[in-house]
C-alpha cells in the first residue's frame, strides 16, 4: 500500500469513526430518554451525523470545536424537544465522552502491543518495508477502532442493565454524577498529550519508555467506568427510597384527608338521623301552638326549623356518601368566595372505581380549581365539575377559571396541552395535589390531561374501570 491509499484510507476511517460516534450517543441517549424514531427526530440524527463528520472532514477546525458544536445542537434539540431535561442532557453528554475517552483508552493500550509485534517483526532493510508498514497501519487502524467499538458496546450493556427506567435529574444530583465523567475526560486528554512528547532530539514515547502504562492505564479506564456505574446504581436506590418516602407520605396525607371527610359524613348523616328522630316532637309542638293560636310563634318556630334542616341539605346529590360530602363542601367553599359552582355527577352501584380514590382526585382537583377562581375578579369566577362515561372508562373533568398565570419552579410555562403518562419534570403550585390525581389515574391504567388556555384551565383524569362494568353515556 502506498502513501496516499494510506491516507485516504485514514481519512475514511475517521469520518468513520465520527459517524460510528454519533450512532454510539444515540444509543447513550435512548437510556435515559427513550429516543423516538419520529420523522424530525430521524432527520435531526442523520443532521447530526453529517455536522459531525463534516467537521471532521475539515482539517482547518480543531477537534475541540466539533465537540462544542456538537453538543451546542444536542442541547438546542433537548431545549427545542423535551422541556425541563437540561440537566440530564448535560449528564448523558459527559456521560458520553467519558465512554468514549475510557473505551478510546482502552483500544489504544492494547493496540500498543499489537503494533510493537506487527511493525517489531519488518525488515527495514527490505525494499517493500514502507508498503508493508503501511499495509500493518491499516490493519492497526482497523483493530482500534474494532477495539474502541467493543469496549463501548460493552459499557452501553452494562449501563442498560443498571439503568431500567431513566431518572429525573436537578443540578445537584448531576454534578454528583458527573464527578468521574469530567476526571475520565480529562484523564484521556492527558495521555493523549503525554503519549508522544518532543525531548531535545528525540521524541519520549510514553507507551515504549514506560511498558507498565499498557495495564495500569486501561485498569485505570476500567476502574473510572466502574466509579461511573456504582454512582448510578447509588443515585437510582437513593431516588427509589425518596420515591417511596414521598409516596408514603402522600398516601399518609390521603389517609387523614379521607378520615376527615368519613368522620364529616358520618357526622352528618347522624344530624339527619338525630333530626328525623326528633320531627316528631317537633310536629307536636306545632300542632300545640296552632291548637294556642299562638301564630307567630309557630312562624318563628317554623323558621328555626328551617333553618336548621337547611344546614343538614346537600344542593348536589351524588349516588355516593363521600363524593357527596367532598362536593357540597367544596361547593360551600366556593359559594363563600363568590364562584358559580356547576356540577353533572353521577356515582352509580355499578362502577367499579373506589370512592376513596374517587375522593382523592375531587379533593386535590376542586382544592386547586377554587384556589384558583380567588385570584381572578369576582364575576368571573366558576368551576364546572363533570363525571362522563366513555366505553369502559370513567372521565372526571374540573374547568375553572384563572388568571393564565402558572408558576413553575424552575420558570417554565406549562405546554398549552399535556397528554403523557408522567408529570413534567418541574412541578406547579400545586403540583403536589395534581401528583396524588396522577398516582390515581396510573393505579387505573389512565391518564391526566391539562389544558392551560388564556382564561381557562381545565384538567380530565381517565380512570379504567373493570370490562364488566362497560358502560357508556
Known sequence: MSQEGFVLFSSIAGGFHKFLQVVLFLIVWDVFFRFQREKKTLLFAGGFAAVNVLLHLCPVIPGWVRYVVCAAL????CRFKYRGCMEKAVFTLLLFYHFHGMSYLIASSIYQVLEEDML???????????????????????????????????????????????????L?????????????????????????????????????????????????????????????????????????????????????????????AEHFYGNIRRARHEMRGHMSNIKGLVAGEKYEEVETYIRKLDETIQEFDYKFSTGNAVTDVIINDKYRRAAKSGIVFRVIFDYRETDTISAFDLGIVLNNLLDNAIEACEKV?????????????????????????????????????????????????????????LKNVQDVAQRYLGYLDIKA???????????QQEEESTNSE
Open 74 to 77: 444536542v442541547l438546542g434539540y
Open 120 to 170: 517489531g517483526g519488518l525488515d527495514v532493510m527490505d525494499t517493500g518495508y514502507l508498503e508493508q508498514m503501511y499495509r500493518m497501519l491499516v490493519i492497526g487502524q482497523s483493530g482500534i477502532l474494532l477495539l474502541y467499538t467493543l469496549a463501548f458496546s460493552v459499557m452501553i450493556w452494562v449501563l442498560k442493565k443498571v439503568v431500567k427506567r431513566p431518572p429525573a435529574m436537578n
Open 172 to 264: 445537584q444530583e448531576v454534578v454528583f454524577l458527573s464527578a468521574l465523567n469530567v476526571v475520565g475526560s480529562m484523564l484521556t486528554w492527558i495521555v493523549i498529550d503525554i503519549s508522544a512528547v518532543p525531548v531535545e532530539q528525540e521524541v519520549f514515547f510514553l507507551f515504549t519508555q514506560r511498558r507498565e502504562m499498557v495495564w495500569k492505564i486501561p485498569l485505570l479506564a476500567v476502574l473510572l467506568f466502574a466509579g461511573e456505574i456504582s454512582a448510578i446504581i447509588i443515585f437510582q436506590r437513593y431516588k427509589e427510597l425518596q420515591t417511596e418516602k414521598e409516596k408514603h407520605f402522600v398516601e399518609e396525607q390521603q389517609m387523614k384527608a379521607m378520615k376527615r371527610r368519613l368522620e364529616e
Open 377 to 433: 375578579e369576582r364575576e368571573k369566577r366558576y368551576v364546572s365539575l363533570n363525571l362522563k362515561r366513555k366505553e369502559h372508562f370513567l372521565l372526571v373533568e374540573v374547568e375553572n377559571s384563572f388568571d393564565g398565570r402558572l408558576a413553575w419552579k424552575d420558570g417554565e410555562s406549562l405546554p398549552a396541552t399535556t397528554k403523557q403518562g408522567s408529570l413534567p419534570e418541574i412541578l406547579m403550585e400545586h403540583g403536589v395535589g
Open 453 to 463: 388556555g388564556a382564561e381557562v384551565f381545565k384538567v380530565t383524569v381517565m380512570l
